[in-house]
Every structure is written in C-alpha cells, then in structure tokens.
C-alpha cells in the first residue's frame, strides 16, 4: 500500500518554472515505478512523465519532453518534477501516482494516485 500526497502546484507566468513534490507512504515504496500525470480541464487525463525504481530510466510525453524532469528519492520517499518553460497549455491539475508494473504510460497500470496539485501558467 501506498498513499502520495502532491504539493508545489501555483500560479505562474509562461516561462517560469515550477517544482512539484510527491511524499509517499509505505515501506516498499522504492520498488513502485513512479508517474505524473496531468489533467486540464475537459480533457482526459494524460502522462506527462515516469521513473524507474532505480531511477534509472525516465520516459516523458513528447509535449514536455527537454522542459519537464523527472527525479525520485527513495531514501526520502519522493518523487519530483522539475518544470521549466512553462506554458500555458501546461495548466492542469497535477497527479503522482504509483504502479507496480516495471514501466508504463497507462494511468490503468497505476494503482496509488495523490489528490492532485493545481498548476495554472497565464500567458
């Protein structure tokens, strides 16, 4: 069982940059392959990036991919995302979620989710 808890979402400007932070509870939490993923309003909910339990391996969605980076601690038990160039088509309520499965971009395949940071980038 785990249960992640986001922080870091806000308000800002196109440009800026932003960190998000994901705290999670549970002894086993080094083994989860960690994700964020976003949703903006009326939309679906989408991947935006992932990490392995080494930290080794990171995969991004193309739309964030040279702006946004993924890192995870597993002695801290967290895991963050670093956004920079924010762009208003960022803006979406941010979700960290964990799965059990060795990788994957599917948010069925994630079975612990936070309750969401609001990010809001104005233009």
């Known amino acids: 069982q785990v249960q992640l808890v986001e922080s870091g979402g806000g308000l800002v400007q196109a440009g800026d940059s932003l960190r998000l932070s994901c705290a999670a509870s549970g002894r086993t939490f080094s083994s989860y392959y960690m994700g964020w993923f976003r949703q903006a309003p009326g939309k679906e909910r989408e991947f935006v990036a992932g990490i392995m339990w080494s930290g080794g391996t990171e995969n991004y969605a193309d739309s964030v991919k040279g702006r946004f980076t993924i890192s995870r601690d597993n002695a801290k038990n967290t895991v963050s995302l670093q956004m920079n160039s924010l762009k208003p088509e960022d803006t979406a309520v941010y979700y960290c979620?964990?799965?059990?499965?060795?990788?994957?971009?599917?948010?069925?395949?994630?079975?612990?989710w936070g309750q969401g940071t609001q990010v809001t980038v104005s233009s």
């Open positions: 979620a964990a799965s059990q499965y060795r990788t994957s971009r599917s948010q069925g395949n994630f079975a612990y």
